[in-house]
């Protein structure tokens, strides 16, 4: 089964770091571009960063470029989004998701979706 799982969320303060995790089980999830996107309350679904199965090509959405960096180790399945300098305004549900390519995630272009972690930076 194709299957997208999140962890890592919590509560942090403000200017604190956190770092999700995203496991893909399966094979074809496990050999796609996988990234992360994040939903605030009463706002879009948006991009936050993706990663090329191939672990060098990165796209990052502008509100986290220098703060957040994504990562991935292949031999575990797992992507990784370290998230430095929190802000309040980082609060929101983060999604882990998978597609064809990391252009194709930045483009909403998502094949597979993860159930959500909630991160929270109080100020």
Same mark, same amino acid.
């Given at each position: ?25 399966? =094979?074809? &999830? ?14 879009? =679904? ?7 199965? /191939?672990?060098?090509?990165? =796209? ?13 180790? /292949? ?8 998230? /430095? ?33 909630? &991160?929270?930076?109080?100020?």
């Amino acid at each position: 089964q194709e299957q997208l799982v999140e962890s890592g969320g919590g509560l942090v303060q403000a200017g604190g770091s956190l770092k999700l995790s995203c496991t893909a089980s399966g =094979r074809t &999830v496990a050999s796609l571009a996988m990234g992360w996107f994040r939903q605030a309350p009463g706002k879009e =679904r948006e991009f936050v960063a993706g990663i090329a199965w /191939n672990t060098v090509t990165t =796209r990052y959405g502008d509100s986290v470029k220098g703060r957040f960096t994504i990562s991935r180790d /292949n031999a575990k399945s797992t992507a990784y989004l370290q998230m /430095n300098s929190l802000k309040p305004e980082d609060t929101a549900v983060y999604y882990c998701a998978a597609a064809g390519s990391s252009l194709k995630l930045a483009r909403y272009e998502t094949d597979y979706w993860g159930q959500g972690t909630q &991160v929270t930076v109080s100020s």
